[in-house]
């Protein structure tokens, strides 16, 4: 715990530094060690070794690559089979890479300068941002694929066929990533939100966490005939149970959140969902390009609504995902939209009681989160202990 600790907290610092440049040598310091963190790892996590093992039975084209009970997906067996003649640390040091350049472009992008601390310190310090992922080779490279493919749906509504095939792509890597074929509707709907459809929305999600168990019972039984390797369920949001509730209650006062700011973002600028607006009133948000210059970011409207859409899903398969642990899989494609929406509700605010609550209350959470994900059992072991590949030698 103590290295990842040390490196979080070492990448938040450099971002910090500036954080008045869109684009700062510190943001970028800050992912070159992100990369350096995660490329040199060695039995870091529940599966390393076991991918290990896969990629060394690899030895040449239409082998079966068996674990727990099923075939590898063709698009990961020929990416091992890419990368074999330069060995499993190879592609290791590549994911590690990519990973570290698909981030630091998704914060560099859309997150403004001021709060790319923030976000940084949200994706590094939230496990199922990074540290989960980091075990979870194959879905962690089928994010990367979607995040990347992001940047196509919401540019304009004739790139989407380009987004569908990155999805297909991120698909034959990892087969949970078909789900991502509906999200490609999602630029074509507005959503209308009022305070009786908040309220209608948090008690949906409320008789989700406290009866999802009886609610879910037959469609839990369907998922466990067809995902018969996600049948155990953990009854927590981060470590803290649900009957506790204090899981609960930050959960809904995260929801609330988005909704309301989501609201606003969906009405207060037109029905024009393409339309591109430029925060001119807002000095946060400065054009990547050029030398820095204070030119406003352009994020247009239907990226930003785009982004709570898809924060908004992940609330909804958030307590679901409690009694069926295979949404939970499904919510790791959804989770880093909240590294950005959540830098774009504290930019948007005005109202400095709520900004101080929000910003320390996640970040509170989140170290939280982190500090209880090496304790528990099922992550302590492999994770406690950092190790190197020079420990090999």
Same mark, same amino acid.
């Given at each position: ?12 610092? =450099? ?15 800050? +992912?070159?060690? !992100? ?18 093992? #896969? ?19 063709? $698009? ?29 472009? +998704?914060? #560099? ?28 080779? #194959? ?22 066929? !380009? ?5 297909? &792509? ?11 074929? =509906?999200?490609?509707?999602?630029? +074509? *709907?507005? %959503? ?10 948090? /008690? ?33 949001? $981060? ?34 969902? &393409? ?29 930003? #609504? ?5 924060? %908004? ?24 939209? /909240? ?5 774009? %509700? ?6 400095? +009681?709520?900004?101080?609550?929000? &910003? ?6 989140? &170290? ?21 590949? *020079?420990?090999?030698?």
């Amino acid at each position: 715990m103590i290295v990842p600790l040390l490196v979080g907290i070492v990448a938040v610092f =450099l971002t910090y530094l500036s954080k008045h440049t869109q684009n700062g040598y510190g943001l970028k310091a800050a +992912f070159f060690l !992100i990369f350096v963190f995660l490329g040199i790892r060695y039995d870091y996590g529940n599966d390393y070794l076991t991918y290990l093992q #896969r990629f060394e039975s690899i030895s040449f084209w239409g082998t079966q690559i068996k674990i727990t009970g099923e075939n590898w997906e063709p $698009g990961w067996v020929f990416l091992h089979l890419i990368f074999h003649p330069f060995g499993f640390f190879a592609l290791i040091a590549f994911t590690s890479l990519l990973t570290a350049v698909v981030y630091y472009r +998704f914060i #560099r992008n859309y997150v403004p300068a001021k709060y790319q601390w923030f976000a940084v310190y949200l994706y590094f310090f939230d496990p199922y941002t990074m540290l989960i992922p980091a075990s979870a080779m #194959r879905q962690s490279f089928a994010v990367l694929l979607f995040l990347i493919a992001f940047e196509f749906l919401h540019k304009k509504k004739s790139h989407i066929l !380009i987004y569908i095939i990155i999805v297909l &792509m991120a698909a034959s890597v990892h087969k949970t990533a078909y789900i991502l074929l =509906l999200i490609a509707f999602f630029p +074509f *709907f507005n %959503i209308k939100l009022n305070k009786f459809v908040a309220t209608l929305f948090v /008690l949906f999600l409320s008789s989700l966490f406290f009866f999802g168990g009886q609610i879910l019972l037959y469609v839990n039984a369907v998922v466990e005939s067809l995902f018969p390797d996600y049948v155990k369920s953990y009854l927590y949001y $981060g470590g803290v149970s649900i009957n506790s509730g204090i899981g609960f209650i930050y959960v809904i006062f995260q929801m609330l959140s988005i909704l309301y700011f989501a609201g606003v973002e969906f009405t207060s600028h037109g029905q024009d969902d &393409m339309l591109e607006i430029n925060d001119t009133a807002n000095s946060d948000y400065y054009d990547y390009g050029g030398n820095n210059t204070a030119v406003p970011l352009k994020l247009n409207l239907s990226a930003r #609504r785009l982004f709570f859409k898809i924060a %908004i899903l992940t609330f909804i398969i958030l307590p679901i995902s409690l009694h069926i642990v295979m949404f939970g899989r499904l919510n790791m494609y959804f989770l880093p939209m /909240l590294i950005v929406v959540y830098p774009m %509700i504290l930019n948007t605010t005005k109202d400095r +009681f709520f900004h101080f609550i929000l &910003m320390y209350s996640l970040l509170g959470f989140t &170290m939280f989160k982190f500090v209880v994900f090496f304790i528990n059992p099922i992550w302590h072991d492999k994770f406690s202990t950092y190790q190197t590949i *020079f420990s090999t030698f």
